[in-house]
């Protein structure tokens, strides 16, 4: 997983731009009507919203008391093929490069089809299209996370707009290989540069959106392949078993670059290919 940069636009005018680009409703016709009336109070809790972003203090932000009509208004906002909706995906996933990440930096399995909202839109209707409140992400850990996000000013999850991922590696796969096969098994293993609240808050995050799990049921995706490559290059190449090795390795260190240090796949890989084991398995394969 990877930061994301949030976007630059003006918050507050983004949500009024939503507004203003519903289609105004025959059966609903004072729709548009109390949502701008809400605007003065709305315009005050996005400051808020983004003081409390800037110093990453997002659980001290209280809920506004909002009647069920006002908070069945605000969420209608956001459905995520809302032109305006796509926009922000498309500047949110875009990198310095302009090159495109569609995954999921929640899980780095899926693509990311949906917006998490930070602070959950069942209990903060006020921000349901607030773009800071919005982080791309795949529809499984949405549906993982529901509205839990928080516990005495914790919260479950990491924002990964805010929280300085460690720059050490704390994910780790146990292999065991039988023959042509092989059982992995991730684990989180805590590293002393790690703050203690962070650890937590990484522990919950993967636990909550059982990413351990989810990793073992994809290692296919990574496996075959390896092993393709490495017989292809030793049937076709000059190069030797070490050689080969040191190719994936700097193959597997370039997707870090955009998919974090601890992206599961690189886990994997790297454990696999510099496993004594690893050759053994890939003859019998
Ligand atoms: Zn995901």
Redesign the pocket.
């Known amino acids: 997983m990877k930061q994301l940069e949030p976007t630059t636009r003006d918050h507050y005018q983004f949500h009024c731009d939503v507004i203003a680009s519903t289609r105004f409703r025959q059966n609903d016709p004072e729709f548009q009507n109390r949502l701008n009336a809400l605007g003065a109070e709305l315009s005050t809790l996005f400051i808020q919203y983004a003081e409390n972003f800037a110093t990453n203090d997002l659980t001290t932000t209280l809920p506004r008391v909002t009647t069920n009509i006002e908070k069945a208004d605000l969420i209608s906002l956001y459905k995520f093929d809302r032109k305006l909706i796509q926009e922000l995906k498309k500047e949110i996933t875009t990198t310095a490069t302009g090159r495109i990440i569609s995954t999921?930096q929640?899980?780095t399995?899926?693509s990311a089809n949906t917006f998490d909202h930070i602070l959950p839109k069942e209990v903060y209707s006020e921000f349901s299209v607030n773009p800071l409140n919005l982080f791309p992400?795949?529809s499984?850990?949405n549906s993982y996370k529901n509205s839990q996000w928080q516990n005495a000013g914790i919260p479950y999850f990491l924002n990964l707009y805010l929280n300085n991922l460690p720059t050490v590696q704390y994910l780790f796969v146990d292999l065991n290989f039988n023959g042509n096969n092989v059982t992995t098994n991730f684990r989180l293993e805590p590293h002393i540069s790690i703050a203690p609240q962070l650890w937590q808050i990484i522990n919950s995050h993967y636990t909550r959106l059982h990413l351990l799990r989810r990793f073992v049921s994809e290692v296919d995706r990574v496996i075959p392949k390896l092993v393709a490559q490495i017989k292809a290059s030793l049937a076709h190449s000059n190069l030797n078993y070490t050689e080969i090795q040191q190719i994936v390795i700097s193959q597997i260190n370039e997707q870090k670059l955009s998919y974090g240090e601890n992206f599961w796949e690189a886990i994997l890989g790297l454990t696999l290919i510099n496993h004594p084991d690893f050759l053994a398995f890939v003859n019998a394969n």
């Open positions: 999921c929640n899980c399995i899926n992400t795949c499984e850990c």
